[in-house]
């Protein structure tokens, strides 16, 4: 993955390019490789040792304290030191000022050797930027400052029971805490009283606190809760309460955690259900969790998004390196076991000896598949995170395309690596026959472990909801007009060169999206446009990475130019996983569009009574 990544960075993305800006002036190539060399390091050496060690010896409950393997809280402290939690945050709060894209490049390296060893990284660094975009100068100070130090960590609780992915139906009540609440300076100080669910690192003894961002609905006057999701509010409910320098008062807030999720995969990350304002742990002599309103009231899904955007780009990122490692775990196996003999003349003769299971093309075409989907997930991830730093240091028009770009690419970098990927994890499997199937080759947990990013951070239903319904709509389609405009570009510059064919069927293919999208919404009627969504994210998502990997593949045909002999072997697998994805994976879009455009009513039309078994 490493020379992937380097070819990526500095062929591709050329992000040498960034040292002209004034954030990264004082970095130099050298210093982003051994960013990355650190985290590889760490990761192969804290890290990847304990991966089946977390997934057997889940987090457990000890008189109401989890309680986790010790490799695990050892590789968190390992990361904290390392600085990558501020990595891209300004030398004046400990940062680096590094640039998002080898910030994310580095990280990869520690999703991929084991995402359940001292998980939660992201939900902390993710929280913290959160606080630092919506929070008070006190709050920055306090909470985000301390979480990008790994003095403490961070949690985001959304999900109730009741609720999961409907925020409108939030039922945690959030009330001003005494007359003087709005002079508090942490921010308006309220109690909390509510149920959340399916919350990462919700509880857990590697930091001295954990900060939770909760959401909750502000009663009105007549003491019932609003409706909707502008109702919703965001608060800072930390474990231990602080006083407004960071200190520990040594109070427990009112936040007690009501047990453990066993999960299929993921199983290192302990994930919990906790209840606030319970009265476990009466706070000040009542019940009711404390917790500082950040933005005004009935802000706080738009401030939550600031993290969750951020969160589903690197569910993307850790869905790629999951599938990356079911790869490379399938590829040395695929060489050293064999079995059969070549299909052709002498081919059944027993008397010669059985060949690596990688000669046989039906193990070629399974590896090829893997290596274009992990491949295309990362070009795909790591443009993302380049578009970030476009988003925060390029001049006002850079930065303007770059949010219009972020916002249509986000439901695609979150949700094509997590079944794409997912399937190169399934194929892994497959290629180690019945011992991909038992716990004696890692390749079963890591397929355990990417099935949750289907999930969390936003379903695949919800994404598909989200891009057609929203992001491909909006401003009269100009975020969809920018990507057209990024993707005919390269389509201009594959037009005189080898890939002239597959960049024509990518045309096509763009020209059956954009009629598709007009064709779904041609009625007006939502419930006839969205009934198709999913195969429309999947169209997009396939379409957004075959255009991803002609861009790739047309620097690796320069670079062919360049290196001559140096590096044939690398670039020819790149060319080879191209062209695998233009042949065998870009047809399939045809078959997605076709039930969006025609607005197929067979899934909607489906009465509930005719579900019999």
């Given at each position: 993955m490493r020379a992937t990544i380097?070819?990526?960075?500095?062929?591709?993305?050329?992000?040498?390019?960034?040292?002209?800006?004034?954030?990264?002036?004082?970095?130099?190539?050298?210093?982003?490789?051994?960013?990355?060399?650190?985290?590889?390091?760490?990761?192969?050496?804290?890290?990847?040792?304990?991966?089946?060690?977390?997934?057997?010896?889940?987090?457990?409950?000890?008189?109401?304290?989890?309680?986790?393997?010790?490799?695990?809280?050892?590789?968190?402290?390992?990361?904290?030191?390392?600085?990558?939690?501020?990595?891209?945050?300004?030398?004046?709060?400990?940062?680096?000022?590094?640039?998002?894209?080898?910030?994310?490049?580095?990280?990869?390296?520690y999703a991929k050797a084991g995402v359940g060893v001292g998980g939660g990284m992201m939900l902390t660094s993710a929280n913290a930027n959160l606080l630092?975009?919506?929070?008070?100068?006190?709050?920055?100070?306090?909470?985000?400052?301390?979480?990008?130090?790994?003095?403490?960590?961070?949690?985001?609780?959304?999900?109730?029971?009741?609720?999961?992915?409907?925020?409108?139906?939030?039922?945690?009540?959030?009330?001003?805490?005494?007359?003087?609440?709005?002079?508090?300076?942490?921010?308006?100080?309220?109690?909390?009283?509510?149920?959340?669910?399916?919350?990462?690192?919700?509880?857990?003894?590697?930091?001295?606190?954990?900060?939770?961002?909760?959401?909750?609905?502000?009663?009105?006057?007549?003491?019932?809760?609003?409706?909707?999701?502008?109702?919703?509010?965001?608060?800072?409910?930390?474990?231990?309460?602080?006083?407004?320098?960071?200190?520990?008062?040594?109070?427990?807030?009112?936040?007690?955690?009501?047990?453990?999720?066993?999960?299929?995969?993921?199983?290192?990350?302990?994930?919990?259900?906790?209840?606030?304002?319970?009265?476990?742990?009466?706070?000040?002599?009542?019940?009711?969790?404390?917790?500082?309103?950040?933005?005004?009231?009935?802000?706080?899904?738009?401030?939550?998004?600031?993290?969750?955007?951020?969160?589903?780009?690197?569910?993307?990122?850790?869905?790629?390196?999951?599938?990356?490692?079911?790869?490379?775990?399938?590829?040395?196996?695929?060489?050293?076991?064999?079995?059969?003999?070549?299909?052709?003349?002498g081919g059944k003769d027993p008397g010669r000896p059985p060949v690596p299971i990688i000669q046989h093309s039906d193990v070629k075409r399974m590896l090829l598949a893997q290596k274009a989907y992990v491949e295309g997930g990362l070009a795909l991830a790591l443009y993302c995170a380049r578009l970030v730093d476009e988003l925060h240091t390029g001049d006002a028009d850079a930065s303007a395309e770059a949010k219009t770009l972020l916002e249509i690419l986000t439901p695609i970098a979150k949700s094509w690596p997590s079944e794409w990927c997912l399937e190169a994890n399934s194929l892994a499997i497959q290629v180690h026959g019945g011992y991909g199937y038992t716990r004696d080759f890692a390749v079963e947990q890591y397929w355990r472990d990417n099935r949750l990013n289907m999930i969390h951070e936003g379903t695949h239903g919800i994404q598909a909801l989200d891009l057609l319904g929203r992001k491909v709509v909006m401003d009269g389609g100009g975020a969809l007009k920018a990507l057209t405009a990024r993707i005919q570009a390269t389509l201009s510059r594959a037009a005189s060169t080898k890939l002239a064919r597959p960049a024509r069927d990518i045309a096509n293919a763009l020209e059956k999206l954009i009629a598709a999208t007009r064709a779904a919404w041609s009625t007006g009627v939502a419930e006839e446009a969205l009934a198709n969504a999913t195969p429309y994210l999947q169209a997009f998502g396939h379409l957004v990475v075959a255009w991803l990997w002609l861009d790739v593949a047309l620097v690796a045909e320069r670079t062919f130019a360049n290196d001559g002999v140096v590096r044939d072997d690398f670039l020819n697998g790149k060319l080879q996983a191209a062209r695998y994805f233009f042949e065998f994976e870009l047809p399939k879009i045809d078959a997605w569009l076709g039930v969006v455009a025609s607005r197929n009513p067979t899934c909607r039309e489906m009465r509930e009574e005719w579900f019999q078994t």
């Amino acid at each position: 993955m490493r020379a992937t990544i380097d070819f990526l960075l500095n062929d591709w993305l050329q992000i040498e390019a960034l040292l002209a800006r004034p954030r990264f002036a004082e970095h130099s190539r050298e210093t982003f490789n051994e960013v990355i060399n650190t985290c590889e390091r760490i990761a192969r050496d804290k890290v990847a040792p304990f991966n089946r060690l977390v997934d057997v010896e889940e987090p457990r409950l000890e008189n109401g304290r989890v309680v986790i393997p010790q490799p695990s809280v050892d590789a968190a402290r390992a990361y904290v030191e390392s600085g990558m939690l501020a990595a891209a945050q300004d030398y004046s709060i400990g940062g680096m000022q590094l640039p998002c894209t080898v910030q994310m490049a580095a990280n990869s390296f520690y999703a991929k050797a084991g995402v359940g060893v001292g998980g939660g990284m992201m939900l902390t660094s993710a929280n913290a930027n959160l606080l630092l975009a919506h929070g008070t100068e006190r709050q920055k100070a306090v909470f985000a400052h301390n979480e990008f130090s790994g003095r403490w960590f961070g949690t985001m609780c959304l999900s109730e029971p009741q609720a999961g992915s409907s925020l409108s139906d939030v039922t945690t009540r959030a009330e001003p805490d005494g007359a003087d609440h709005a002079a508090d300076a942490l921010g308006a100080r309220y109690r909390l009283r509510g149920n959340k669910m399916w919350i990462s690192n919700g509880d857990h003894e590697i930091t001295e606190n954990i900060v939770h961002l909760v959401l909750a609905k502000i009663p009105g006057p007549d003491g019932r809760l609003p409706p909707g999701t502008r109702g919703i509010s965001l608060f800072i409910v930390p474990k231990q309460l602080v006083d407004a320098e960071g200190h520990l008062t040594g109070e427990r807030n009112d936040v007690a955690i009501a047990g453990l999720n066993h999960k299929l995969g993921y199983r290192g990350v302990p994930n919990t259900l906790l209840n606030f304002g319970e009265g476990r742990y009466p706070v000040r002599g009542s019940a009711g969790a404390i917790g500082y309103l950040v933005g005004g009231p009935g802000e706080g899904l738009r401030c939550m998004f600031h993290m969750m955007n951020e969160a589903r780009i690197a569910v993307g990122l850790g869905a790629v390196t999951l599938g990356y490692a079911g790869y490379e775990a399938s590829l040395d196996y695929a060489r050293g076991r064999t079995q059969g003999r070549p299909i052709g003349p002498g081919g059944k003769d027993p008397g010669r000896p059985p060949v690596p299971i990688i000669q046989h093309s039906d193990v070629k075409r399974m590896l090829l598949a893997q290596k274009a989907y992990v491949e295309g997930g990362l070009a795909l991830a790591l443009y993302c995170a380049r578009l970030v730093d476009e988003l925060h240091t390029g001049d006002a028009d850079a930065s303007a395309e770059a949010k219009t770009l972020l916002e249509i690419l986000t439901p695609i970098a979150k949700s094509w690596p997590s079944e794409w990927c997912l399937e190169a994890n399934s194929l892994a499997i497959q290629v180690h026959g019945g011992y991909g199937y038992t716990r004696d080759f890692a390749v079963e947990q890591y397929w355990r472990d990417n099935r949750l990013n289907m999930i969390h951070e936003g379903t695949h239903g919800i994404q598909a909801l989200d891009l057609l319904g929203r992001k491909v709509v909006m401003d009269g389609g100009g975020a969809l007009k920018a990507l057209t405009a990024r993707i005919q570009a390269t389509l201009s510059r594959a037009a005189s060169t080898k890939l002239a064919r597959p960049a024509r069927d990518i045309a096509n293919a763009l020209e059956k999206l954009i009629a598709a999208t007009r064709a779904a919404w041609s009625t007006g009627v939502a419930e006839e446009a969205l009934a198709n969504a999913t195969p429309y994210l999947q169209a997009f998502g396939h379409l957004v990475v075959a255009w991803l990997w002609l861009d790739v593949a047309l620097v690796a045909e320069r670079t062919f130019a360049n290196d001559g002999v140096v590096r044939d072997d690398f670039l020819n697998g790149k060319l080879q996983a191209a062209r695998y994805f233009f042949e065998f994976e870009l047809p399939k879009i045809d078959a997605w569009l076709g039930v969006v455009a025609s607005r197929n009513p067979t899934c909607r039309e489906m009465r509930e009574e005719w579900f019999q078994t």
